[in-house]
T-cell receptor
Framework: DVKVTQSSRYLVKRTGEKVFLECVQDMDHENMFWYRQDPGLGLRLIYFSYDVKMKEKGDIPEGYSVSREKKERFSLILESASTNQTSMYLC?????????????FGEGSRLTVL | GEDVEQSLFLSVREGDSSVINCTYT??????LYWYKQEPGAGLQLLTY?????DMKQDQRLTVLLNKKDKHLSLRIADTQTGDSAIYFC???????????FGRGTSLIVHP
């Protein structure tokens, strides 16, 4: 069964801490994405990557960075967590081409910043 | 960028049809997706339609596309309690093919 796995389902961090969210896919997909989901706002794209070591800013990249050192792994980094980054974070992957929009999602990581 | 609008809630009785509507702004959208999110889970692709189609039917699901009005709808026939979820409209432009998600419509099905 194909899978996108997010390392942590729930995290609680303090303001100012550095936070790593890890995502691994086993489908050999070229593209990987990080979204955040907030009630009433839907999904907003933070960053995406279409290849190893490549990254592109999404709609809300401020306060975040990403790393893609291997094809199967895409990490989201909060350098100094703030309370307004409390959210559900969703990782997704897809193939390149016209079916780029057919995203496979992980189950999400719920981050609370105190 | 693309703007995608959906109503936030829809409540129906079990056995009735549900219709979830979506409007979008980018006329170059070529693939228009519907995703479903069940409680406590990530999103999963439900169905999609190409921009050169008006309608697509897949078992209990019917997708209608009005390109002129940039209006997309998802109809679920014989709605069941297991259909209770959040449904996201997500058009993708012909340039990047990356979908832009609406806010999601919470479908509540009453027995």
């Amino acid at each position: 069964d194909v899978k996108v796995t997010q390392s942590s389902r729930y995290l609680v961090k303090r303001t100012g801490e550095k936070v790593f969210l890890e995502c691994v896919q086993d489908m050999d997909h070229e593209n990987m994405f990080w979204y955040r989901q907030d009630p009433g706002l839907g999904l907003r794209l933070i960053y995406f990557s279409y290849d190893v070591k490549m990254k592109e800013k999404g709609d809300i990249p401020e306060g975040y960075s990403v790393s893609r050192e291997k094809k199967e792994r895409f990490s989201l980094i909060l350098e100094s967590a703030s309370t307004n980054q409390t959210s559900m974070y969703l990782c997704a992957s897809s193939r390149t081409g016209s079916n780029t929009g057919e995203l496979f999602f992980g189950e999400g990581s719920r981050l609370t910043v105190l | 960028g693309e703007d995608v609008e959906q109503s936030l809630f829809l409540s129906v009785r079990e056995g009735d049809s549900s219709v979830i509507n979506c409007t979008y702004t980018d006329s170059s959208s070529t693939y228009l997706y519907w995703y479903k999110q069940e409680p406590g889970a990530g999103l999963q692709l439900l169905t999609y339609i190409f921009s050169n189609m008006d309608m697509k039917q897949d078992q209990r699901l019917t997708v209608l596309l009005n390109k002129k009005d940039k209006h997309l709808s998802l109809r679920i026939a014989d709605t069941q309690t297991g259909d209770s979820a959040i449904y996201f409209c997500a058009p993708a432009s012909g340039g990047s093919y990356i979908p832009t998600f609406g806010r999601g419509t919470s479908l509540i099905v009453h027995p």
